[in-house]
């Protein structure tokens, strides 16, 4: 796979995770946040498991279970963090701060991790987007910033750089389908007696059902193995900066399908979205930090 198309691979996973705001829109709002989470990972994660069992895809001989284990918890904690962090300081805060911290956070753990500085269109396409997420809800109103909030985005955003990284260990390895499979089943897991604690009422509706599969099939399970697939041959820090597509589909489809308005700012800040992306995909291939170093191995 050529570098241009892993891009496009990350870029298409990226748009579909923008689509869960909209969708969630459509989902009973009895459901806490981190239910939604849970029962999201559960449908993608054990799904793409039982047929890959089933269809005998998969094998455990000499599975990288130690980065596995390392992106698993990632995944399961950032659900934790996001959501809450979603909750405390809203959506728009919460979303651009933990999407647009990201890109950052794996720039910085390569330098520090590899000794490897950063390049300049890495810089270059990170600037332009974050100061695009920034303008893009710059005109929100009645949103009240919360610290505590603001700090959980920015702990979500830097496990999201994290299970990046460490997914890209368990890539080198396994196809994509298996590791996506087998991360989020165990993500799942971990966060399955949360679906006990917190409300549930209207989960198991036509409707919550209907978003549930949603988010379990086409945000999760696609998105993640668009993702992932891409990621085996892109830098880290490249997938994460390309990411920030979410924030840019979650906007538009506010527009298109929830009816939202974005004024003339938050429309520059598409624009600079836009701009950051394209030229990270026009950009040139760099060597890549490995999990054997994150982990100091």
């Known amino acids: 796979m050529s570098q241009r198309v892993a891009f496009l691979f990350v870029l298409f996973g990226a748009i579909l995770w923008g689509t869960t705001g909209t969708a969630q829109t459509f989902m009973p709002q009895t459901i806490h946040p981190l239910g939604v989470g849970a029962s999201r990972l559960a449908v993608g994660g054990f799904t793409l498991l039982i047929v890959l069992l089933i269809m005998r895809k998969i094998t455990f001989h000499k599975w990288p279970w ?19 962090s979603v909750r405390l300081t809203g959506v728009a805060i919460g979303t651009v701060v933990t999407i647009g911290s990201a890109p950052v956070f794996s720039g910085v753990i390569e330098w520090v991790i590899a000794k490897r500085r950063p ?22 109103e009645g949103i009240v910033v919360n610290p505590i909030g603001v700090i959980m985005s920015l702990c979500a955003g830097s496990l999201f750089a994290i299970y990046t990284l460490v997914n890209k260990e368990v890539l080198d390895s396994v196809p994509a389908v298996p590791a996506v499979a087998v991360i989020f089943s165990i993500s ?81 800040g598409v624009g600079l979205l836009l701009g950051g992306i394209l030229v990270l995909t026009l950009s040139g291939r760099r060597k890549e930090v490995k999990f054997s170093e994150f982990a100091g191995e």
């Open 119 to 140: 390049t300049r269109v890495w810089a270059s396409a990170t600037f332009l987007a974050i100061i695009g997420c920034g303008l893009l809800f710059i005109n929100k």
């Open 66 to 84: 130690r980065p596995t284990i390392y992106a698993a918890i990632s995944m399961a904690v950032f659900q934790y963090l996001f959501f809450t």
């Open 188 to 268: 799942a897991l971990m966060l399955f007696p949360f679906l006990f604690i917190f409300e549930t009422e209207g989960l198991f509706t036509g409707r919550g059902i209907a978003v549930v599969l949603f988010l379990g099939f086409a945000t999760t399970s696609i998105a993640y193995i668009l993702f992932s697939t891409g990621l085996k041959y892109i830098p880290s820090s490249s997938a994460v900066t390309l990411s920030l597509a979410e924030p840019l589909t979650a906007a538009l489809f506010s527009v298109i399908v929830v009816g939202e308005r974005l004024s003339a700012t938050s429309w520059t």
